[in-house]
């Protein structure tokens, strides 16, 4: 497989709804990504949700668990959105890449969580496109530059659109949501690892806000 042959594509199901596609994925080979990792970890959440939220890949415990947003960085996520008046809106939690890329742990030591290339991310964009397309949520929110690039597209810069409410262009093959658009912000692993953790955490929240109010529009 060279980098020019990575894509998803082929490992999508022709028909079927989430059930369908989440069965699929575990067998997606659409990049190298799959050797190392122990499964897919595909969107977890109600079919039904009105708001999406999109990560970067899974990390270590996520692999681990085969879902999403279980550790650290998925702690904080909660806290936030609990922060910003979402604790209690249904959503369906996923990821740009679907397979945790790492750097070989020392020993004893954690697998070191490495950030997936343009051309793995362009290869998994299939699945995040086709969640969307199934669950049809009202809003998504991009968690970081990886997220952006999946889903508002390649022209997305966090640091210039963060916290506004972008549309959503047309999502290959199908159908754009139901409404509204999307709602970039940082990802709550870089809080984790911002100097100034407060204010980076603070951001989120703000962002989260906007989502909050665009949902209660
Ligand atoms: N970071 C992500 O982007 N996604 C997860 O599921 C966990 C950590
Ligand atoms: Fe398939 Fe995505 Fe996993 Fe690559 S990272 S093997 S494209 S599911």
């Given amino acids: 497989m060279t980098p020019d042959d990575y894509d998803a594509t082929p490992y999508l199901p022709p028909r079927g709804g989430l059930p369908a596609h989440q069965r699929a994925a575990a067998e997606c080979r659409g990049c190298p990504l799959y050797r190392a990792a122990t499964q897919t970890v595909i969107g977890s959440g109600a079919a039904t949700a009105r708001l999406m939220l ?60 490495k950030p997936p290339s343009l051309r793995e991310a362009a290869a998994c964009r299939p699945w995040p496109a086709a969640e969307l397309r199934l669950v049809r949520p009202e809003l998504v929110v991009a968690l970081g530059a990886t997220a952006g690039r999946a889903l508002p597209g390649p022209s997305f810069r966090v640091t210039e659109d963060r916290g506004t409410v972008l549309s959503l262009p047309d999502v290959q093959g199908g159908a754009p949501p139901a409404a509204g658009g999307v709602v970039a912000t940082v990802h709550p692993s870089a809080v984790l690892r911002a100097t100034d953790r407060e204010a980076a955490y603070a951001g989120l929240v703000a962002d989260l806000r906007v989502a909050a109010d665009a949902l209660a529009a």
């Fill in 54 to 113: 999109v990560g970067e890949q899974p990390g270590d415990q996520e692999d681990r668990a085969g879902r999403p947003f279980v550790g650290p960085a998925g702690h904080l996520l909660h806290k936030a959105l609990a922060e910003a008046g979402l604790g209690d809106e249904k959503t369906y939690v996923t990821n740009a890449v679907k397979h945790f890329k790492f750097a070989p742990a020392e020993r004893g030591k954690r697998r070191i969580h």
